[in-house]
Protein backbone atom coordinates (compact mmCIF):
# COMPACT_ATOMS: atom_id res chain seq x y z
CA UNK A 1 0.00 0.00 0.00
CA UNK A 2 1.52 3.32 -1.33
CA UNK A 3 2.32 5.77 1.86
CA UNK A 4 0.78 8.88 0.08
CA UNK A 5 -3.08 8.56 0.33
CA UNK A 6 -4.78 11.29 -2.42
CA UNK A 7 -6.47 14.04 -0.32
CA UNK A 8 -10.11 13.69 -0.53
CA UNK A 9 -12.26 16.53 -0.81
CA UNK A 10 -14.51 17.05 3.32
CA UNK A 11 -17.68 19.04 2.88
CA UNK A 12 -20.26 19.48 5.71
CA UNK A 13 -23.88 19.11 6.37
CA UNK A 14 -26.83 19.10 8.96
CA UNK A 15 -29.52 17.18 8.08
CA UNK A 16 -33.05 17.03 9.58
CA UNK A 17 -33.50 13.34 10.25
CA UNK A 18 -36.72 12.58 12.08
CA UNK A 19 -36.39 10.24 14.84
CA UNK A 20 -39.69 8.09 16.39
CA UNK A 21 -40.74 9.39 19.78
CA UNK A 22 -38.21 12.59 19.74
CA UNK A 23 -39.03 14.09 16.66
CA UNK A 24 -37.04 16.09 13.86
CA UNK A 25 -32.96 15.54 14.64
CA UNK A 26 -29.88 17.16 13.46
CA UNK A 27 -27.35 15.27 11.87
CA UNK A 28 -24.03 16.66 11.41
CA UNK A 29 -22.35 14.89 8.67
CA UNK A 30 -18.70 15.48 7.20
CA UNK A 31 -18.51 13.67 3.78
CA UNK A 32 -15.75 12.52 1.91
CA UNK A 33 -15.71 10.37 -1.77
CA UNK A 34 -18.13 8.52 -3.94
CA UNK A 35 -17.79 5.43 -4.12
CA UNK A 36 -19.00 2.39 -1.81
CA UNK A 37 -20.59 3.79 1.36
CA UNK A 38 -19.72 3.75 4.71
CA UNK A 39 -21.09 5.03 7.97
CA UNK A 40 -18.05 6.07 10.41
CA UNK A 41 -19.22 6.63 13.90
CA UNK A 42 -16.65 8.64 16.16
CA UNK A 43 -15.98 7.88 20.02
CA UNK A 44 -16.16 10.18 23.15
CA UNK A 45 -12.68 11.39 21.69
CA UNK A 46 -14.85 13.30 19.43
CA UNK A 47 -14.87 13.29 15.43
CA UNK A 48 -10.83 14.04 15.62
CA UNK A 49 -10.12 10.31 16.70
CA UNK A 50 -11.95 9.28 13.33
CA UNK A 51 -11.37 12.23 10.39
CA UNK A 52 -7.73 10.68 9.54
CA UNK A 53 -9.21 7.12 9.06
CA UNK A 54 -11.95 8.36 7.15
CA UNK A 55 -9.30 10.62 4.81
CA UNK A 56 -7.19 7.29 4.07
CA UNK A 57 -10.32 5.09 3.82
CA UNK A 58 -11.95 7.52 1.04
CA UNK A 59 -8.32 8.41 -0.22
CA UNK A 60 -7.41 4.87 -0.74
CA UNK A 61 -10.43 2.90 -1.78
CA UNK A 62 -12.23 5.40 -3.15
CA UNK A 63 -15.37 4.97 -0.75
CA UNK A 64 -18.02 7.58 0.41
CA UNK A 65 -17.12 8.00 4.20
CA UNK A 66 -19.87 9.81 6.03
CA UNK A 67 -18.69 10.94 9.37
CA UNK A 68 -21.74 12.34 11.78
CA UNK A 69 -20.92 14.60 15.10
CA UNK A 70 -23.49 13.02 17.25
CA UNK A 71 -25.29 15.88 18.43
CA UNK A 72 -24.25 17.73 21.71
CA UNK A 73 -20.33 17.12 20.66
CA UNK A 74 -18.22 19.80 19.20
CA UNK A 75 -20.66 22.17 20.55
CA UNK A 76 -24.05 20.96 18.05
CA UNK A 77 -27.32 21.06 19.35
CA UNK A 78 -29.00 17.96 21.17
CA UNK A 79 -32.69 17.66 21.43
CA UNK A 80 -33.58 17.09 24.93
CA UNK A 81 -35.28 14.00 24.48
CA UNK A 82 -32.19 12.65 22.23
CA UNK A 83 -30.22 11.05 25.19
CA UNK A 84 -29.67 7.40 24.59
CA UNK A 85 -27.33 5.29 22.43
CA UNK A 86 -30.75 3.63 21.01
CA UNK A 87 -31.72 6.97 19.56
CA UNK A 88 -28.24 8.04 18.07
CA UNK A 89 -28.71 4.25 16.23
CA UNK A 90 -32.49 5.96 15.23
CA UNK A 91 -31.13 9.29 14.23
CA UNK A 92 -28.43 7.10 11.71
CA UNK A 93 -30.82 4.53 10.39
CA UNK A 94 -32.65 7.85 9.67
CA UNK A 95 -30.03 9.10 7.76
CA UNK A 96 -29.41 6.22 5.56
CA UNK A 97 -33.14 6.59 4.79
CA UNK A 98 -33.03 10.19 4.17
CA UNK A 99 -29.98 9.98 1.95
CA UNK A 100 -31.38 6.69 0.25
CA UNK A 101 -28.07 4.63 0.68
CA UNK A 102 -27.98 1.03 0.76
CA UNK A 103 -25.00 -1.71 1.16
CA UNK A 104 -23.98 0.59 3.58
CA UNK A 105 -20.59 -0.78 5.96
CA UNK A 106 -21.24 0.61 9.30
CA UNK A 107 -17.83 1.52 11.38
CA UNK A 108 -18.19 2.37 15.14
CA UNK A 109 -15.11 2.88 17.44
CA UNK A 110 -15.31 3.27 21.11
CA UNK A 111 -18.90 4.96 21.90
CA UNK A 112 -19.36 4.58 18.36
CA UNK A 113 -19.22 0.76 18.24
CA UNK A 114 -21.70 1.00 21.02
CA UNK A 115 -24.21 2.78 18.44
CA UNK A 116 -23.30 0.53 15.77
CA UNK A 117 -24.36 -2.47 17.77
CA UNK A 118 -27.58 -0.77 18.04
CA UNK A 119 -27.91 -0.25 14.59
CA UNK A 120 -26.70 -3.84 13.57
CA UNK A 121 -29.37 -4.37 16.23
CA UNK A 122 -31.88 -2.86 14.20
CA UNK A 123 -31.16 -5.05 11.38
CA UNK A 124 -31.66 -2.06 8.83
CA UNK A 125 -32.18 -3.49 4.97
CA UNK A 126 -29.46 -0.80 3.89
CA UNK A 127 -27.24 -2.26 6.30
CA UNK A 128 -24.26 -4.71 4.33
CA UNK A 129 -22.21 -5.17 7.08
CA UNK A 130 -20.96 -3.92 10.40
CA UNK A 131 -17.40 -3.60 12.14
CA UNK A 132 -17.16 -2.70 16.05
CA UNK A 133 -13.79 -1.12 17.00
CA UNK A 134 -13.35 -1.32 20.73
CA UNK A 135 -16.87 -0.93 21.42
CA UNK A 136 -17.84 0.40 24.54
CA UNK A 137 -22.07 -0.46 25.96
CA UNK A 138 -21.02 -4.21 27.49
CA UNK A 139 -21.43 -4.62 31.17
CA UNK A 140 -19.34 -7.82 32.14
CA UNK A 141 -18.77 -8.36 35.73
CA UNK A 142 -15.87 -10.41 35.78
CA UNK A 143 -13.86 -7.99 33.44
CA UNK A 144 -15.24 -4.23 33.83
CA UNK A 145 -14.36 -1.25 31.97
CA UNK A 146 -12.24 1.01 33.36
CA UNK A 147 -14.05 4.09 35.01
CA UNK A 148 -13.50 7.08 32.84
CA UNK A 149 -15.27 9.76 34.63
CA UNK A 150 -12.88 9.10 37.64
CA UNK A 151 -9.83 9.18 35.52
CA UNK A 152 -7.37 12.05 34.12
CA UNK A 153 -6.67 12.58 30.72
CA UNK A 154 -2.97 11.34 31.73
CA UNK A 155 -4.54 8.03 32.85
CA UNK A 156 -7.27 7.99 30.24
CA UNK A 157 -4.03 7.82 27.46
CA UNK A 158 -2.27 5.62 29.69
CA UNK A 159 -4.89 2.96 29.21
CA UNK A 160 -6.09 3.83 25.93
CA UNK A 161 -2.78 3.09 24.05
CA UNK A 162 -0.63 0.63 23.14
CA UNK A 163 1.97 4.01 22.94
CA UNK A 164 0.35 6.17 24.64
CA UNK A 165 3.94 8.90 24.75
CA UNK A 166 2.00 9.24 20.72
CA UNK A 167 -1.05 10.70 22.25
CA UNK A 168 -0.96 12.76 25.50
CA UNK A 169 -2.31 15.39 25.61
CA UNK A 170 -1.51 18.74 27.68
CA UNK A 171 -4.65 20.63 28.72
CA UNK A 172 -2.59 23.08 30.09
CA UNK A 173 -1.47 24.19 26.12
CA UNK A 174 -4.74 23.96 24.98
CA UNK A 175 -6.39 27.15 24.17
CA UNK A 176 -9.87 27.43 26.07
CA UNK A 177 -11.90 27.33 23.68
CA UNK A 178 -10.87 23.29 22.88
CA UNK A 179 -11.06 22.72 26.58
CA UNK A 180 -14.54 24.13 26.30
CA UNK A 181 -15.57 21.64 23.34
CA UNK A 182 -13.94 18.45 25.49
CA UNK A 183 -16.12 19.73 28.66
CA UNK A 184 -19.57 19.51 26.44
CA UNK A 185 -17.79 16.29 24.66
CA UNK A 186 -17.74 14.82 28.00
CA UNK A 187 -21.20 15.80 29.51
CA UNK A 188 -22.53 14.59 26.06
CA UNK A 189 -20.45 11.19 26.41
CA UNK A 190 -22.03 10.89 30.16
CA UNK A 191 -25.55 11.76 29.17
CA UNK A 192 -25.57 9.39 26.07
CA UNK A 193 -24.26 6.21 28.37
CA UNK A 194 -24.06 6.80 31.62
CA UNK A 195 -21.63 6.64 34.22
CA UNK A 196 -20.99 3.25 33.46
CA UNK A 197 -20.65 3.43 29.58
CA UNK A 198 -22.51 0.18 29.61
CA UNK A 199 -26.06 -0.94 29.05
CA UNK A 200 -27.29 -4.28 31.10
CA UNK A 201 -29.75 -5.41 28.38
CA UNK A 202 -26.82 -4.81 25.35
CA UNK A 203 -25.20 -8.55 25.75
CA UNK A 204 -28.77 -10.37 25.89
CA UNK A 205 -30.07 -8.31 22.56
CA UNK A 206 -26.83 -9.06 20.12
CA UNK A 207 -28.28 -12.85 18.92
CA UNK A 208 -30.51 -10.92 16.91
CA UNK A 209 -28.06 -9.38 14.73
CA UNK A 210 -28.53 -10.39 11.17
CA UNK A 211 -25.63 -8.80 9.47
CA UNK A 212 -22.35 -9.70 9.00
CA UNK A 213 -20.10 -8.19 11.55
CA UNK A 214 -16.51 -8.14 12.29
CA UNK A 215 -15.35 -7.01 15.71
CA UNK A 216 -11.91 -5.66 16.02
CA UNK A 217 -10.07 -5.28 19.09
CA UNK A 218 -6.46 -3.72 20.00
CA UNK A 219 -4.86 -6.20 22.58
CA UNK A 220 -3.67 -3.43 24.36
CA UNK A 221 -7.15 -1.63 25.44
CA UNK A 222 -7.12 -1.36 28.84
CA UNK A 223 -10.45 1.18 29.30
CA UNK A 224 -12.52 -2.19 27.47
CA UNK A 225 -10.51 -5.08 27.99
CA UNK A 226 -10.41 -7.51 24.74
CA UNK A 227 -12.54 -9.75 26.65
CA UNK A 228 -15.42 -7.30 25.69
CA UNK A 229 -14.57 -8.26 21.95
CA UNK A 230 -14.78 -11.83 22.40
CA UNK A 231 -18.34 -11.07 24.05
CA UNK A 232 -19.09 -8.83 21.56
CA UNK A 233 -18.25 -11.94 18.88
CA UNK A 234 -19.43 -15.10 20.92
CA UNK A 235 -23.12 -13.11 21.42
CA UNK A 236 -23.42 -12.52 17.86
CA UNK A 237 -23.97 -14.93 15.25
CA UNK A 238 -21.38 -15.62 12.74
CA UNK A 239 -18.86 -12.51 13.96
CA UNK A 240 -15.59 -12.27 13.26
CA UNK A 241 -12.75 -11.48 15.91
CA UNK A 242 -9.66 -9.28 15.17
CA UNK A 243 -7.16 -8.63 17.65
CA UNK A 244 -4.66 -5.71 16.85
CA UNK A 245 -1.31 -6.72 18.81
CA UNK A 246 0.07 -3.58 18.75
CA UNK A 247 -3.25 -1.03 19.40
CA UNK A 248 -5.11 -0.48 21.73
CA UNK A 249 -8.92 1.89 22.36
CA UNK A 250 -8.48 3.22 18.92
CA UNK A 251 -6.74 1.26 16.25
CA UNK A 252 -8.09 3.51 13.69
CA UNK A 253 -4.92 5.89 15.15
CA UNK A 254 -2.88 3.72 16.36
CA UNK A 255 -2.76 0.93 13.45
CA UNK A 256 -4.80 2.50 10.43
CA UNK A 257 -3.29 0.42 7.60
CA UNK A 258 -4.12 -2.50 9.58
CA UNK A 259 -7.24 -1.38 10.60
CA UNK A 260 -7.84 -0.45 6.64
CA UNK A 261 -7.16 -3.66 5.11
CA UNK A 262 -9.10 -5.48 7.64
CA UNK A 263 -12.01 -2.85 6.80
CA UNK A 264 -11.55 -3.18 3.03
CA UNK A 265 -11.23 -6.64 2.83
CA UNK A 266 -14.72 -7.29 5.14
CA UNK A 267 -16.86 -4.75 3.26
CA UNK A 268 -15.97 -6.44 -0.03
CA UNK A 269 -16.65 -9.72 1.04
CA UNK A 270 -19.94 -8.71 1.97
CA UNK A 271 -20.66 -6.02 -0.34
CA UNK A 272 -24.25 -5.23 -0.60
Do not use: C
Not at 25 to 36: D, I, K, N, S
Not at 90 to 95: E, I, K, N
Not at 170 to 178: G, I, K, M, V, Y
Not at 210 to 230: S, T, Y
Amino acid sequence: MPDATPAVPATSTTYPVPVDGIGPGPATVTERGQGRPYLLLHGGAGPQSVDSFAALLAGSTGARVLTPLHPGFGGTPRPDALATMGGLAQLYTGLLDHLDLTGVTVIGNSIGGWIAAEIAIANSPRVAAVVLADAAGLQLADHPAADFFSLTMDQVAELSYFNPEAFRINLDALPDAARAAMAGNREALALYGGTAMADPSLLGRLPAVAAPVLVVWGAADRMFPVEHGRAYAQAIPGAQLLVIADAGHLPQLETPKEMLRAVGDFAAAHAG
